[in-house]
């Protein structure tokens, strides 16, 4: 009887023991051991090395390729350097002579320059296009607009437009007159010294070469009848365009051409 009280205490204590041992070999399975930390990180290392050798070996044949597209545009450079032509400067033109009437200031006419100005004298002789008469000019620094010898000035409406017809003289004839019509440009208003009032006179364009310098300018239609020179440069024409030299008449000549034309108007 007490045998059998003994015993049961001690089947109890051998079932709590067992227990405890299935319990902590439990907890032992979930545990790493040391050697599996070393095997990871052994793994870990041979990866970045063949990550390490994988990066080099791409580099290197990124190089590779780099070489081998530069090595085959080179030749096809070359081989279209070899195939086209090289530019060839053309030959330089031999400069021809010039005939000697086309050197001679007689053919076409003399206007010394300076800094791109005509340099002109106090007179000078002065070819009028349309009759292509001659006349001696006189070159006045003091008057504003350039005027012409006009006689029998006579104004007209042409297309709804102010007209003047007007007559210029012949040169070297004191009685011949030559009949010349033109677009009033605009009109001036004159005042007369001895006069009370003022003349209104029209203003006409006129194309003209003084030398070899060849112009179109307005002129004031004006009877100059009694004056020693036919015509007047003012400071329209020369503003920008002449120099006057005082110490000199007839700084410039007139192309032989010219100066014919004018011979064969006359007659």
């Not at 390490?52 to 080179?74: C, F, G, R, W």
């Amino acid at each position: 009887m007490f045998f059998s009280s003994f015993r049961r205490p001690v089947s109890n204590a051998l079932i709590v023991t067992g227990a405890l041992l299935a319990t902590g070999c439990a907890n032992n399975t979930l545990l790493v051991e040391k050697s599996d930390l070393n095997q990871m990180d052994a793994a870990l290392a041979s990866q970045h090395d063949q990550i390490s050798d994988l990066k080099t070996t791409t580099l290197i044949q990124h190089q590779n390729l780099m070489d081998l597209n530069n090595s085959v545009t080179q030749r096809i450079i070359d081989t279209l350097s070899e195939r086209l032509e090289r530019p060839s400067c053309p030959p330089v033109l031999k400069q021809q002579a010039c005939a000697n009437g086309a050197t001679d200031p007689r053919a076409v006419g003399r206007a010394d320059r300076l800094r791109g100005k005509v340099i002109v004298g106090e007179l000078e002789k002065f070819y009028l296009v349309g009759p292509g008469y001659v006349y001696d000019a006189r070159i006045d620094s003091g008057a504003n607009t350039s005027s012409l010898d006009a006689r029998n000035v006579k104004r007209f409406e042409r297309d709804g437009k102010n007209w003047v017809r007007f007559e210029v003289p012949v040169p070297k004839s004191a009685d011949k007159l030559t009949t010349l019509e033109r677009e009033i440009v605009r009109n001036v208003r004159i005042i007369q010294s001895n006069e009370e009032g003022y003349e209104r006179r029209a203003v006409v364009e006129l194309q003209f070469a003084i030398g070899n310098h060849k112009q179109k300018a307005e002129f004031t239609l004006s009877e100059r009848e009694q004056m020693t020179y036919p015509v007047l440069i003012g400071r329209n024409i020369l503003r920008d365009v002449m120099l006057i030299d005082v110490g000199k008449e007839y700084a410039t000549e007139l192309p032989d051409s010219l100066i014919e034309a004018s011979k064969d108007s006359d007659n």
